[in-house]
Protein backbone atom coordinates (compact mmCIF):
# COMPACT_ATOMS: atom_id res chain seq x y z
CA UNK A 1 0.00 0.00 0.00
CA UNK A 2 1.35 3.55 -1.20
CA UNK A 3 2.32 5.63 1.51
CA UNK A 4 1.23 9.84 1.64
CA UNK A 5 2.60 11.84 4.78
CA UNK A 6 1.08 15.22 5.72
CA UNK A 7 1.88 17.84 8.26
CA UNK A 8 1.09 19.18 10.08
CA UNK A 9 -2.64 17.18 10.48
CA UNK A 10 -4.09 20.55 12.20
CA UNK A 11 -3.44 24.28 11.60
CA UNK A 12 -4.61 27.68 12.89
CA UNK A 13 -3.08 30.53 11.68
CA UNK A 14 -4.59 34.48 11.45
CA UNK A 15 -5.74 36.33 8.11
CA UNK A 16 -2.41 37.31 6.07
CA UNK A 17 -0.10 34.55 7.91
CA UNK A 18 2.35 32.38 6.33
CA UNK A 19 1.22 29.06 6.20
CA UNK A 20 3.28 25.97 4.63
CA UNK A 21 1.71 22.54 4.37
CA UNK A 22 3.70 19.58 3.91
CA UNK A 23 3.58 16.10 1.98
CA UNK A 24 6.14 12.91 1.57
CA UNK A 25 5.71 9.90 -0.28
CA UNK A 26 7.77 7.33 -0.11
CA UNK A 27 6.55 5.11 -3.47
CA UNK A 28 8.33 6.46 -5.81
CA UNK A 29 5.48 7.66 -7.91
CA UNK A 30 5.89 10.57 -10.23
CA UNK A 31 3.11 12.75 -9.77
CA UNK A 32 2.20 14.66 -6.49
CA UNK A 33 -1.34 16.68 -6.30
CA UNK A 34 -2.44 19.05 -3.94
CA UNK A 35 -6.52 19.55 -3.48
CA UNK A 36 -8.48 21.15 -1.05
CA UNK A 37 -11.77 19.30 -0.21
CA UNK A 38 -14.95 21.69 0.86
CA UNK A 39 -18.47 21.02 1.37
CA UNK A 40 -20.70 21.02 -1.90
CA UNK A 41 -17.58 21.95 -3.88
CA UNK A 42 -15.89 18.09 -3.68
CA UNK A 43 -11.96 17.64 -4.26
CA UNK A 44 -10.39 20.59 -6.16
CA UNK A 45 -7.23 20.84 -7.51
CA UNK A 46 -4.71 23.53 -6.35
CA UNK A 47 -1.52 22.31 -8.36
CA UNK A 48 0.42 19.14 -8.76
CA UNK A 49 4.01 18.02 -10.47
CA UNK A 50 5.34 15.49 -12.19
CA UNK A 51 9.09 15.18 -10.66
CA UNK A 52 11.20 17.31 -8.51
CA UNK A 53 11.32 21.17 -9.82
CA UNK A 54 8.04 20.84 -12.33
CA UNK A 55 4.71 22.34 -10.53
CA UNK A 56 1.95 22.44 -13.18
CA UNK A 57 -1.51 24.99 -11.96
CA UNK A 58 -4.37 23.06 -11.34
CA UNK A 59 -8.26 24.31 -11.63
CA UNK A 60 -8.09 26.74 -7.77
CA UNK A 61 -4.36 27.72 -7.86
CA UNK A 62 -5.17 31.68 -6.79
CA UNK A 63 -3.48 32.35 -3.16
CA UNK A 64 -1.40 29.26 -3.47
CA UNK A 65 2.15 28.55 -4.45
CA UNK A 66 3.75 24.86 -4.25
CA UNK A 67 7.21 23.79 -4.35
CA UNK A 68 8.22 20.23 -5.61
CA UNK A 69 12.24 20.26 -3.75
CA UNK A 70 12.31 16.20 -4.53
CA UNK A 71 11.11 13.21 -5.94
CA UNK A 72 9.43 12.60 -2.32
CA UNK A 73 8.01 16.29 -1.08
CA UNK A 74 5.71 18.25 -2.58
CA UNK A 75 4.51 21.57 -0.26
CA UNK A 76 1.87 24.40 -0.41
CA UNK A 77 2.13 27.18 0.68
CA UNK A 78 -0.12 30.21 1.37
CA UNK A 79 1.71 33.63 1.90
CA UNK A 80 -1.31 36.20 2.49
CA UNK A 81 -3.51 33.39 4.07
CA UNK A 82 -7.61 34.19 4.06
CA UNK A 83 -9.88 32.71 6.01
CA UNK A 84 -11.49 31.44 2.43
CA UNK A 85 -8.83 28.95 2.20
CA UNK A 86 -9.86 27.30 5.70
CA UNK A 87 -10.84 23.89 4.25
CA UNK A 88 -9.51 20.50 4.26
CA UNK A 89 -6.34 19.63 2.23
CA UNK A 90 -5.11 16.51 1.10
CA UNK A 91 -2.12 15.58 -1.14
CA UNK A 92 -1.82 12.29 -3.22
CA UNK A 93 0.55 10.29 -5.23
CA UNK A 94 0.28 8.53 -8.18
CA UNK A 95 2.94 6.73 -10.82
CA UNK A 96 1.23 8.01 -13.89
CA UNK A 97 -0.91 10.66 -14.34
CA UNK A 98 -3.87 9.06 -16.30
CA UNK A 99 -4.90 5.28 -14.92
CA UNK A 100 -2.97 4.98 -12.12
CA UNK A 101 -4.25 4.98 -8.89
CA UNK A 102 -4.65 8.73 -6.71
CA UNK A 103 -3.21 7.34 -3.58
CA UNK A 104 -4.04 10.00 -0.23
CA UNK A 105 -2.64 11.24 2.28
CA UNK A 106 -4.42 11.57 5.54
CA UNK A 107 -5.06 15.64 5.51
CA UNK A 108 -4.68 18.56 6.66
CA UNK A 109 -7.52 20.62 8.35
CA UNK A 110 -6.59 24.41 8.54
CA UNK A 111 -8.63 27.03 9.86
CA UNK A 112 -7.98 31.00 8.96
CA UNK A 113 -9.36 33.50 11.11
CA UNK B 1 -12.40 22.62 -19.91
CA UNK B 2 -13.47 18.61 -18.36
CA UNK B 3 -16.46 18.23 -16.22
CA UNK B 4 -18.10 15.92 -13.98
CA UNK B 5 -21.69 15.92 -12.59
CA UNK B 6 -22.73 13.74 -9.46
CA UNK B 7 -26.68 15.20 -9.09
CA UNK B 8 -26.77 13.44 -5.71
CA UNK B 9 -25.70 15.19 -3.14
CA UNK B 10 -26.93 13.46 -0.15
CA UNK B 11 -28.60 10.06 -0.26
CA UNK B 12 -29.88 8.45 2.58
CA UNK B 13 -31.21 5.04 2.52
CA UNK B 14 -31.97 1.66 4.73
CA UNK B 15 -29.79 -0.87 4.75
CA UNK B 16 -30.15 -3.39 2.27
CA UNK B 17 -31.84 -1.60 -0.69
CA UNK B 18 -29.92 -0.74 -3.41
CA UNK B 19 -28.42 2.44 -4.06
CA UNK B 20 -27.54 4.02 -7.15
CA UNK B 21 -25.12 6.90 -7.44
CA UNK B 22 -24.76 9.37 -10.95
CA UNK B 23 -21.87 10.14 -12.60
CA UNK B 24 -21.88 12.04 -16.30
CA UNK B 25 -19.05 13.64 -17.77
CA UNK B 26 -17.94 16.02 -20.53
CA UNK B 27 -15.15 15.84 -22.32
CA UNK B 28 -13.51 16.61 -25.90
CA UNK B 29 -10.93 13.32 -25.37
CA UNK B 30 -12.35 10.60 -26.94
CA UNK B 31 -11.09 7.83 -24.61
CA UNK B 32 -11.71 9.00 -20.67
CA UNK B 33 -11.05 7.05 -17.95
CA UNK B 34 -13.53 7.07 -15.10
CA UNK B 35 -12.92 6.77 -11.17
CA UNK B 36 -14.89 6.35 -8.45
CA UNK B 37 -13.06 7.05 -5.15
CA UNK B 38 -14.61 6.83 -1.66
CA UNK B 39 -14.07 8.53 1.86
CA UNK B 40 -14.59 7.30 4.86
CA UNK B 41 -14.84 9.63 7.69
CA UNK B 42 -11.57 9.83 9.37
CA UNK B 43 -10.11 8.15 6.77
CA UNK B 44 -8.11 9.23 3.49
CA UNK B 45 -10.16 9.32 -0.01
CA UNK B 46 -9.23 6.08 -1.88
CA UNK B 47 -10.26 4.18 -5.11
CA UNK B 48 -13.39 2.25 -5.37
CA UNK B 49 -12.94 0.82 -8.76
CA UNK B 50 -12.08 2.27 -12.16
CA UNK B 51 -13.46 1.80 -15.96
CA UNK B 52 -12.35 -0.31 -18.34
CA UNK B 53 -13.88 -0.48 -22.11
CA UNK B 54 -16.90 1.05 -23.46
CA UNK B 55 -19.79 -0.76 -21.89
CA UNK B 56 -18.14 -3.58 -19.76
CA UNK B 57 -19.20 -3.22 -16.11
CA UNK B 58 -15.69 -3.59 -13.29
CA UNK B 59 -16.77 -4.62 -9.71
CA UNK B 60 -15.29 -3.80 -6.68
CA UNK B 61 -16.07 -5.16 -2.95
CA UNK B 62 -19.60 -5.41 -4.04
CA UNK B 63 -20.04 -2.27 -6.23
CA UNK B 64 -20.06 -2.13 -9.92
CA UNK B 65 -20.16 0.52 -12.56
CA UNK B 66 -20.24 0.70 -16.43
CA UNK B 67 -18.86 3.17 -18.50
CA UNK B 68 -21.26 4.19 -21.38
CA UNK B 69 -19.76 6.66 -23.98
CA UNK B 70 -23.10 6.73 -25.50
CA UNK B 71 -24.31 8.68 -22.42
CA UNK B 72 -21.55 10.15 -20.77
CA UNK B 73 -22.27 7.95 -17.92
CA UNK B 74 -20.46 5.88 -15.07
CA UNK B 75 -23.05 5.37 -12.60
CA UNK B 76 -22.18 3.63 -9.44
CA UNK B 77 -24.67 0.88 -8.10
CA UNK B 78 -24.67 -1.73 -5.15
CA UNK B 79 -27.56 -4.40 -4.81
CA UNK B 80 -27.76 -4.37 -1.07
CA UNK B 81 -26.50 -1.59 0.84
CA UNK B 82 -24.75 -2.32 3.86
CA UNK B 83 -23.93 0.20 7.24
CA UNK B 84 -20.16 0.45 6.35
CA UNK B 85 -20.74 2.06 2.81
CA UNK B 86 -21.55 5.29 4.60
CA UNK B 87 -19.25 7.79 2.96
CA UNK B 88 -18.57 10.01 0.66
CA UNK B 89 -18.05 8.78 -2.76
CA UNK B 90 -16.93 11.15 -5.42
CA UNK B 91 -16.77 10.53 -9.28
CA UNK B 92 -13.12 11.20 -11.60
CA UNK B 93 -12.44 11.63 -14.97
CA UNK B 94 -8.83 11.64 -16.19
CA UNK B 95 -8.82 12.85 -20.43
CA UNK B 96 -5.52 10.92 -21.07
CA UNK B 97 -2.00 11.09 -20.66
CA UNK B 98 -0.54 14.16 -18.65
CA UNK B 99 -3.94 15.67 -17.74
CA UNK B 100 -4.93 15.16 -13.88
CA UNK B 101 -8.06 14.17 -12.54
CA UNK B 102 -11.07 16.26 -12.03
CA UNK B 103 -13.30 15.17 -9.29
CA UNK B 104 -17.36 15.88 -9.31
CA UNK B 105 -18.49 18.12 -6.23
CA UNK B 106 -19.25 14.27 -4.58
CA UNK B 107 -22.04 12.53 -3.04
CA UNK B 108 -22.42 11.69 0.64
CA UNK B 109 -24.34 8.42 1.49
CA UNK B 110 -25.84 7.66 4.74
CA UNK B 111 -26.98 4.51 5.35
CA UNK B 112 -30.04 3.93 8.02
CA UNK B 113 -30.85 0.53 9.92
Known amino acids: EAAVTQSPRNKVTVTGGNVTLSCRQTNSHNYMYWYRQDTGHGLRLIHY???????QIGDVPDGYKATRTTQEDFFLLLELASPSQTSLYFCASSGQVNQDTQYFGPGTRLLVL | GDSVTQTEGLVTLTEGLPVMLNCTYQ???????LFWYVHYLNESPRLLLK?????KRTEHQGFHATLHKSSSSFHLQKSSAQLSDSALYYC???????????FGSGTKVIVLP
Open chain 2, 92 to 102: ALSEGFASALT
Open chain 1, 49 to 55: SYGAGNL
Open chain 2, 27 to 33: TIYSNPF
Open chain 2, 51 to 55: SSTDN
